[in-house]
């Protein structure tokens, strides 16, 4: 059983929790956190990974995040850096939140970040059943990335702050 626990819009611990796979659905005006993390190296240089093939949304598909939903009881930093872990075997470093934002189709409140890590590249580990594979681009790279279409929409659309005030994307 995995329990979520459930928060108004403003992000307030309602006291109640639900099972992501039980029957029971999240209730109206009710909201689950979920956080995603772009690892990016002290190089510059971002880490893409691969979605597997068998995820129902974006299988295949490339994103410049790890994460998933939080776990009863951990804070948003917390659901981050066990994601990533889980997802790359990385470490967080310092966690820089860029985003925050209620989803109504997931009813989700969405918290992005960056970390930037100082790693050796080839020690990223693979979590089967959520990634495939993984590589490390530049920023213009990134850029051409971005604006080829193969993003993923919403994340680019959580990110689109920071990768604007980091140069990172020329339209």
């Not at 928060?7 to 796979?21: A, E, L, M, N, S």
């Not at 930093?77 to 209620?102: N, P, S, Y």
């Not at 997931?106 to 089967?128: E, R």
């Not at 530049?138 to 193969?150: A, I, R, V």
Request: glycine residues 10%.
């Amino acid at each position: 059983m995995e329990l979520w626990d459930l928060y108004t819009p403003d992000g307030t611990f309602t006291g109640k929790t639900i099972d992501r796979h039980g029957s029971e659905r999240i209730p109206q005006g009710l909201y689950h956190i979920s956080c995603e993390v772009m690892v990016r190296h002290v190089d510059g240089d971002i880490l893409l990974m691969k979605r597997a093939h068998s995820k129902k949304e974006y299988g295949g598909f490339y994103e410049n995040t790890a994460g998933g939903s939080a776990q009863s009881g951990e804070t948003p930093e917390q659901c981050v850096v066990r994601e990533l872990k889980e997802e790359t075997g990385l470490t967080a470093g310092r966690l820089e939140l860029v985003d925050r934002r209620l989803n109504e189709k997931y009813k989700s409140i969405f918290y992005s970040f960056v970390t930037t890590i100082d790693c050796d590249k080839n020690s990223v580990v693979l979590q089967p059943g959520e990634t495939e594979g993984y590589r490390w681009i530049s920023p213009d790279e990134y850029n051409d990335f971005l604006n080829s279409g193969k993003d993923i929409d919403l994340l680019t659309e959580r990110y689109m702050d920071y990768y604007i005030k980091n140069g990172l994307i020329r339209r």
